[in-house]
C-alpha cells in the first residue's frame, strides 16, 4: 500500500528538549516536503527536498532542521522546541504529475 | 510577498452546486491545485490545472484562468460528505511538489 507514514502522530514535550519527526514514504517518490497547519493559517511550508542531499527552506524554516540522506526518509527536527512550534505537522511526497501524497500528520504540543 | 485568497467558509444543501474561488498572487506559477481535508484526516489531492480551462473529475471540476490569477473548485450534487475544508495551492518549483496553499474554505453540507 503507496503511503507516507509520520512518528510519533501524537507528542507533548517540553522546551528545549530535542525532537524528531520521521518520515517515510514508499512509492518511490524524488519531492518530500514538511507542512505545518494553524488554525487560521492554513499549511504552511517548512522545508522541502527535491532528492537525496537536497534540501530548501519554504516558508517557515526557523527552528527546524531536516536532512535527506536517503530517498525515503524525511526527518523534521526541532534542536530546541518553543511552544510556538506547538502545532500540526504533515509530511508529503510527490513524484510530479500525482500531486503531493500527505502522511496522517503528527501532532506535537511543546509546553 | 506570496499570497492566495478564498473564503473561509461556504455552506450549502445536500444536491446543490457550489464554487469555491481562488485568486492568487505568486512570484513564480507552475499549476493550481486542490486538496480535501476533512476534519482530522490529512489533506488528500482532487485536481491540477496547468493551463487555462475547466479540467473534470466526476462531481468535481476545477477551472484557471492564468491571465486573471484565478481558479475554481466546482462541487457538484453535494453529498454530506462533501462536508470539509477545501485548499487551492500554486505549485511555485516546477516540481508539481513545491507548494504555496491558501488558508481554507470550510464548506458545510446541510440536509
Known amino acids: 500500500e503507496a503511503q507516507v507514514t509520520q512518528n510519533p502522530r501524537y507528542l507533548i514535550t517540553v522546551t528545549g528538549k530535542k525532537l524528531t519527526v520521521t518520515c517515510s514514504q514508499n512509492?518511490?517518490?524524488?519531492?518530500m516536503s514538511w507542512y505545518r497547519q494553524d488554525p487560521g493559517l492554513g499549511l504552511r511550508q517548512i522545508y522541502y527536498?527535491?532528492?537525496?542531499?537536497?534540501?530548501d527552506k519554504g516558508d517557515v524554516p526557523e527552528g527546524y532542521k531536516v536532512s535527506r540522506k536517503e530517498k525515503r526518509n524525511f526527518p523534521l527536527i526541532l534542536e530546541s522546541p518553543s511552544p510556538n512550534q506547538t502545532s500540526l505537522y504533515f509530511c508529503?511526497?510527490?513524484?510530479?504529475?500525482?500531486?503531493?501524497?500527505f502522511g496522517e500528520g503528527s501532532r506535537l504540543t511543546v509546553l | 510577498g506570496q499570497s492566495l485568497e478564498q473564503p473561509s467558509e461556504v455552506t450549502a444543501v445536500e444536491g446543490a452546486i457550489v464554487q469555491i474561488n481562488c485568486t492568487y498572487q505568486t512570484s513564480g506559477f507552475y499549476g493550481l491545485s486542490w486538496y480535501q481535508q476533512h476534519d482530522g484526516g490529512a489533506p488528500t489531492f482532487l485536481s491540477y490545472n496547468a493551463l487555462d480551462g475547466l479540467e473534470e473529475t466526476g462531481r468535481f471540476s476545477s477551472f484557471l484562468s492564468r491571465s486573471d490569477s484565478y481558479g475554481y473548485l466546482l462541487l457538484q450534487e453535494l453529498q454530506m460528505k462533501d462536508s470539509a475544508s477545501y485548499f487551492c495551492?500554486?505549485?511555485?518549483?516546477?516540481?508539481?511538489?513545491?507548494?504555496?496553499f491558501g488558508k481554507g474554505t470550510k464548506l458545510s453540507v446541510k440536509p
Open positions: 527536498s527535491m532528492n537525496v542531499e537536497v534540501t
Open positions: 512509492m518511490n517518490h524524488e519531492y
Open positions: 508529503a511526497s510527490s513524484f510530479g504529475g500525482s500531486g503531493l501524497f
Open positions: 495551492a500554486v505549485e511555485i518549483g516546477g516540481s508539481q511538489g513545491n507548494l504555496i
